[in-house]
């Protein structure tokens, strides 16, 4: 029977970010983003695999009935004080599970590479904040830094809507109120959990993934209605975020959630993670502050990534960053290397990196 506290431990012990445990291989480690199988376990037989099944769900009947119906379950397990968020699915009609360590110490804020503007953006009596990345790109670490934040630095209530809660916070200053979404859970949707928070009184509402357009629908009537929301989805730029949005509408209703979310829409934060030289993970985020240019851009019958990305470009003084610009600082401070900037990028955008560069250089005198 295989030994899922060693595992664990195992784990834990060596720093991973996600152990994956999938039938017919050896558990697996995630260790900066370089995937390590444990040599010193056998592979996992699909008896195996149902034994683990159990052991994350610890007899949930809810647990396993939604597993039953949906073939898949997001779920949190706590081993030794340590939460982990837990994915269970099927590969050829046998369980798989990928488990991912959530750190007890939250990173501060100051530390995390994140821009000051998205701070200073939380102290905005209503609309909407959107942080964005690909998965495992740090969204929910920055996403609840930021929550922590507000909690030390302002008297708001908060509540929070998670699928499942990773890092649990504390009250200290505001007043915070954290949910998990799902069957058996605090509430069965996005959706639910939105549409009822405008009868808790809270300040700031804190989505954990924004998947469709009803939450959408949700997040935006809230913000409307004189409250802070803060948000991610999963798309890969500021401009790609706009785009996602609007096209969860159909044609006909485009225009006027183009007026809504040029109104309501603060900031959205796209970032990604690279390996840095020292061995570290090193964010790198773009940052669109929408003011006049990128609303009027928004509100445009056909929307252009391109001319929002160049409004972007030109918005430095209102807090927007480009991405060119975050990659040619990180390469100037010697964080992440030339070739790793130039294959975060179109190829036409290589030229304008190397010219981003030099006057950086020229700016720093070096």
Do not use: W
Request: include cysteine; charged fraction near 30%.
């Amino acid at each position: 029977m295989v030994n899922m506290d060693k595992i664990l431990e195992t784990a834990i012990e060596r720093g991973a970010s996600d152990i994956h445990l999938i039938s017919r291989n050896k558990p697996m480690l995630r260790i900066q983003r370089q995937l390590q199988a444990l040599e010193d376990f056998e592979e996992l037989k699909d008896d195996d695999m149902a034994d683990i099944y159990d052991y994350l769900i610890m007899g949930n009947v809810d647990k396993d009935k939604t597993f039953n119906e949906t073939r898949k379950l997001d779920t949190s397990y706590v081993y030794k004080g340590i939460r982990l968020r837990v994915n269970i699915s099927l590969s050829e009609g046998v369980q798989l599970c990928t488990l991912r360590i959530i750190k007890n110490e939250l990173p501060p804020y100051e530390e995390l590479g994140v821009p000051d503007v998205v701070r200073r953006m939380t102290y905005q009596p209503h609309g909407l904040i959107l942080v964005t990345g690909k998965t495992n790109s740090g969204k929910s670490t920055t996403l609840n830094a930021l929550v922590n934040y507000i909690n030390e630095n302002q008297n708001r209530k908060i509540l929070t809507l998670e699928s499942p809660i990773e890092y649990k916070h504390h009250s200290k200053k505001s007043l915070i109120v954290q949910k998990e979404v799902g069957k058996g859970q605090d509430c069965l949707t996005y959706h639910d959990g939105v549409k009822n928070s405008l009868r808790e009184d809270c300040d700031i509402l804190v989505i954990g993934e924004i998947r469709d357009k009803i939450t959408m629908e949700a997040a935006i009537e809230m913000a409307e209605s004189g409250h802070l929301v803060i948000g991610t989805l999963h798309t890969k730029s500021c401009a790609e975020t706009i785009d996602r949005i609007i096209n969860f509408y159909e044609i006909r209703d485009q225009a006027q959630m183009k007026y809504l979310l040029s109104s309501l829409l603060k900031l959205v934060l796209s970032q990604r993670l690279l390996n840095g030289r020292n061995g570290e993970l090193v964010l790198v985020p773009e940052v669109m502050v929408v003011d006049n240019i990128v609303g009027g851009i928004i509100r445009k019958e056909k929307i252009s990534i391109a001319e929002i990305e160049d409004a972007i470009q030109s918005g430095s003084e209102k807090g927007s960053i480009g991405l060119i610009k975050s990659l040619a600082e990180l390469f100037v401070q010697d964080k992440i290397t030339l070739e790793q900037a130039k294959a975060q990028l179109e190829e036409k955008n290589i030229e304008l990196l190397n010219r981003t560069i030099m006057q950086l250089k020229i700016k720093y005198k070096m």
